[in-house]
């Protein structure tokens, strides 16, 4: 079991309870919140967590309740005295849980918590309440999991359970338990499940129960069912008010009212624990339903605590959910799912039930607004409102009501009027107590005691002598309307205050709804016009009312509207060097605008008589928001820019005049050819190759070209473009002349500049080629070719496709290895594409060195590789044995070798020796000796 302490108002868990329960379990305290025992209907602990014995020393651990029983347990104590308890124990006949004893049945036990030095003892027990003193009938295996009790009238207290349609309460008085006479009340409505809660309102009025029966349909639910109780007699009403039906919200478990009563609370089960909301000030409760919570989890418990919240159990999880406003409205009511950390614990389905009506409030309430509760509450109280008391509690015709208001610390004050009315000035600051004593019609006297924090909050100061004057800056000058910036006012209004705001309000806005900020109205001198303003203190919300005058006062003088101001664009090119580029904007040195409107003037203005200030627009102007301020060379402004230069000499309003900024933009070339690389013959580039042509046309007709070869200017070139036949750094000049509006000194000449780099290349010239034929080994043959030229190249052997093209390490030079017998051809390009050039072909042959007539196909004849082409037109062969006889004479040219016979004979394995002569197409003789190796594998 985790135990709660609320000592603190809120909950905090404490780890040593002893109690591991499924579902129903009890606990009870004292008045000062001082736990006594607690139960799960078959063990029995004292405060000091150790199992309670019977006065016969039997340890309570068979007790007759069962801990999958919904409410397996319930203590109440006697109404008048205060060392008897009764435990009231629900059994029940679920058999799914076999380390729980099958012991249906109603039954309580006594304890005397004066015995065992105060931590109680059980002197009877159990009593059942199984049989029905009318009928003998055994009820045992009839009863429900349900039990719970509710103050009655005179003092009583009524323990109610049901059984089928039928409830039964027992009503307990200071003789006891009155087993022999309980209250029988037949209602219209049959449990289907005996699972579920059962709880009565905190006033006693209303019994609310859950019939679970999850087996219906296929979300599964019972019905939750509103029933009226008597407190007075201890029947409840036949007629029920059914909230839920089977197979919709699912099945209802626990239930729960608030603290005030008006609200009702079912946590149901469906693959989802939900809890919903009724409102029981409705006639119609039931379609006053809503859903505040829904999560994933198993059937839960609602229990409301001494705090006024209800709080929720979540099955398996280490914390509990609570309802932190259950009086509220749903669409305002809060609910916190992991409130309460439960620390190494863990919820189960249930939360030990309390007599409800232990907690029915005697709460401080607010008069005008009575569902506001100001119980053990600081209420902070502007110094000039009043703040008006009243109990909650209601008088009833039979009974007698003393109230007595003190006030902390001040023995004077003793007040005895059910309410109070509390000013800064009658009572004060301070603590005050409401002490009521009431009187039943049974005698019973009860003392309710509750209380409440006042503090009183000084209220702002206001301004009220202030006259707003603006001059007539606008479009019309003349009409005695223009524009206040009230926020300029504001810190004159609050008297230099700190942490307040400032309202304004039109004197007509009642209630004060519709702020005004800046303001056009007409307000002339005659006829001014007065607003309501309101300064509040941001931390304690207090407020003060008052009036700020506005008036207009004309122009004493005009003047005309300014020349424009005309600036070159700025180059923003990243690369200053060879680009220019546009920025869209200029700097403008303002101050020489407000030189010119002094010596324009003709003695007029001075600057140091005189205001000269800059905005964007006329209302800020107007209003002196947003003022340009030096250094003015500081902002950027894009083409045609409004400007609004605003003089003023005091208090008299000299106008606002306005002009424009215009950005002349560089000549910026639209289309652009450059050629990047061209094409020269090499070494002096004659004759031409070719010639390009560099384009720079910015579509502006009245744009001047000048263009420079390595910063050389290239005479009488001023055309757009460009004709050239070498290569080199070209650029061009672009001057563009605006001619802006006449008589305006600022025409200005753009200046827009572009470079060009244009390569030279060429291809590949005066080759060279250098060759290794190593033709006695067959590998390792190269070829190292050498070229002159401007171009970028890049070697092919034998195949011209750009993808087979190697770069060397060097531009002029390339060695090819392990080249191929045969005829082979290099091709040379210029990467920057002025052509392709290739070598005549060259020959690489290779003598084997030895070969293998076995007949397998590979290595039968002995021949000379790289001869099978048109290269060699002869080639004569004449083959030796040791001693210079010869064996075979061979044109390769037209035979395929020599078999390793002779005469028809195989000849053995030997050295062999060759004399070749090869002729090629040029004619040109190449003579070869040497031996090879024969081999019989």
């Not at 009870?28 to 006065?55: P, Q, R």
């Not at 019905?223 to 009226?228: G, T």
């Not at 232990?358 to 409102?385: E, G, H, M, R, Y």
């Not at 122009?555 to 200053?576: C, H, V």
Request: net charge negative; with cysteine.
């Amino acid at each position: 079991m985790q135990v709660l302490d609320f000592s603190s108002g809120e909950p905090k868990a404490l780890n040593n309870g002893k109690l591991s329960t499924d579902e129903g379990c009890s606990s009870i305290s004292n008045s000062d919140g001082d736990l006594l025992f607690y139960s799960d209907g078959i063990t029995l602990y004292n405060s000091k967590h150790e199992i309670m014995t019977f006065s016969d020393g039997r340890l309570a651990t068979s007790l007759e309740g069962n801990p999958s029983s919904t409410q397996s347990a319930l203590f109440v104590p006697n109404p008048t005295n205060k060392n008897i308890y009764y435990l009231f124990t629900v059994g029940t006949n679920f058999v799914g849980n076999t380390s729980y004893p099958v012991n249906p049945g109603f039954n309580f036990y006594t304890i005397d918590l004066s015995l065992n030095g105060g931590l109680g003892e059980v002197t009877s027990g159990p009593v059942s309440l199984d049989t029905n003193p009318y009928t003998g009938e055994d009820l045992s295996y009839s009863w429900s999991e349900k039990v719970t009790a509710v103050q009655g009238s005179c003092g009583s207290i009524w323990a109610l359970s049901v059984v089928e349609n039928h409830f039964f309460a027992y009503e307990i008085t200071s003789s006891g338990v009155n087993i022999n006479n309980p209250v029988i009340s037949r209602v219209f409505y049959n449990l289907t499940d005996k699972r579920g809660y059962l709880k009565v309102s905190p006033d006693g009025s209303k019994i609310a129960m859950a019939d679970y029966n999850e087996g219906f349909g296929s979300f599964g639910g019972g019905s939750l069912v509103l029933l009226d109780f008597d407190i007075n007699t201890g029947v409840v009403s036949r007629n029920i008010k059914r909230l839920t039906e089977p197979n919709t919200e699912g099945a209802p478990y626990g239930v729960e009212f608030s603290k005030q009563s008006n609200k009702l609370y079912v946590s149901t089960f469906n693959s989802q624990n939900n809890i919903y909301q009724f409102d029981l000030t409705k006639t119609d409760v039931a379609d006053t339903k809503v859903l505040i919570s829904s999560q994933t989890g198993y059937r839960s418990g609602l229990q409301l605590g001494p705090n006024g919240k209800i709080y929720n159990s979540i099955p398996g999880t280490p914390f509990l959910g609570v309802i932190e406003n259950p009086d509220a409205d749903a669409s305002d009511v809060i609910y916190i799912n992991d409130a309460v950390d439960l620390g190494t614990g863990r919820t189960t389905q249930g939360l030990p039930p309390f007599i409800q009506s232990f907690f029915k409030p005697v709460d401080i309430v607010d008069v005008n607004d009575p569902t506001i509760v100001l119980s053990n509450s600081k209420q902070n109280v502007c110094a000039d409102q009043s703040l008006k008391l009243e109990p909650e509690l209601e008088e009833v015709s039979l009974g007698t009501y003393k109230y007595l208001w003190t006030k902390e610390g001040d023995p004077s004050i003793i007040i005895t009027t059910r309410g109070l009315e509390i000013t800064n000035t009658n009572l004060g600051s301070g603590k005050y107590n409401l002490e009521i004593k009431s009187t039943d019609s049974c005698g019973n006297d009860k003392t309710y005691n509750s209380s409440v924090e006042v503090e009183f909050q000084s209220i702002p100061t206001i301004n009220n002598s202030i006259i707003y004057t603006q001059c007539d800056y606008d479009n019309n000058s003349l009409d005695g309307k223009t524009f206040f910036n009230l926020e300029t006012k504001e810190i004159e209004l609050s008297n230099n205050a700190t942490d307040v705001s400032v309202e304004f309000f039109e004197l007509d806005d009642t209630p004060i709804i519709n702020k005004v900020g800046y303001v056009n109205k007409e307000a002339a001198i005659t006829s001014s016009h007065v607003l309501k303003v309101k300064v509040t203190n941001n931390t304690t919300g207090c407020s003060v009312f008052g009036q700020i005058e506005l008036k207009v006062t004309p122009t004493t003088s005009g003047f005309n509207q300014l020349k424009n101001i005309y600036k070159a664009e700025i180059n923003a090119s990243t690369d200053l060097t060879n680009y220019s580029e546009g920025s869209n904007d200029a700097a403008f040195n303002l101050d020489e605008k407000i030189d010119k409107v002094i010596s324009n003037s003709s003695g007029v203005f001075n600057r140091s008589e005189y205001q000269f200030k800059y905005y964007l627009t006329s209302e800020d102007a107007a209003k002196e928001t947003n003022e340009i301020t030096a250094p003015y060379t500081a902002n950027r402004y894009g083409n045609n820019t409004k400007i609004y230069l605003r003089i003023s000499k005091g208090n008299s309003c000299e106008g606002i005049a306005e002009f424009s900024l215009f950005v002349n933009k560089l000549p910026e070339p639209l289309n652009v050819i450059n050629p990047n690389i061209i094409c020269l013959n090499f070494p002096d580039n004659s004759p031409v190759l070719e010639t390009k042509s560099i384009v720079s046309e910015t579509g502006n007709s009245i744009d001047s070209y000048k263009w420079y070869l390595n910063s050389v200017e290239i005479p009488n070139e001023t055309n757009s473009s460009l004709t050239i036949n070498k290569g080199g750094d070209y650029k061009v000049i672009i001057n563009r002349f605006y001619e802006n509006e006449p008589g305006n000194e600022d025409n200005i000449e753009t200046t827009g500049y572009k470079t060009f780099s244009v390569l030279e290349s060429s291809i590949a010239e005066n080759i060279s080629i250098k060759y290794i034929d190593n033709q006695d080994e067959g590998f390792n043959n190269s070829i190292t070719i050498n070229v002159e030229g401007l171009g970028d190249y890049e070697y092919a052997l034998n195949n011209n496709s750009l993808t087979e093209f190697k770069k060397g390490d060097t531009n002029l030079s390339y060695t090819f290895t392990n080249v191929p017998t045969g005829l082979n051809k290099i091709y040379i390009r210029d990467r920057n594409e002025c052509g392709i050039v290739n070598t005549n072909e060259i020959s690489f042959i290779y003598f084997q060195r030895h070969f293998t007539p076995n007949g397998d196909g590979v290595n039968d004849t002995w021949n000379i590789s790289g001869i099978d082409n048109n290269f060699y037109t002869d080639v004569d062969l004449q083959i030796f044995d040791r001693f210079g006889k010869v064996l075979k004479i061979i044109d390769l040219k037209t035979e395929n070798g020599w078999n390793g016979t002779y005469n028809g004979k195989l000849l053995p394995t030997n050295d062999y020796w060759y004399n070749a002569v090869l002729k090629d197409v040029n004619g040109n003789i190449r003579k070869q000796t040497g031996h090879f190796s024969l081999l019989r594998k």
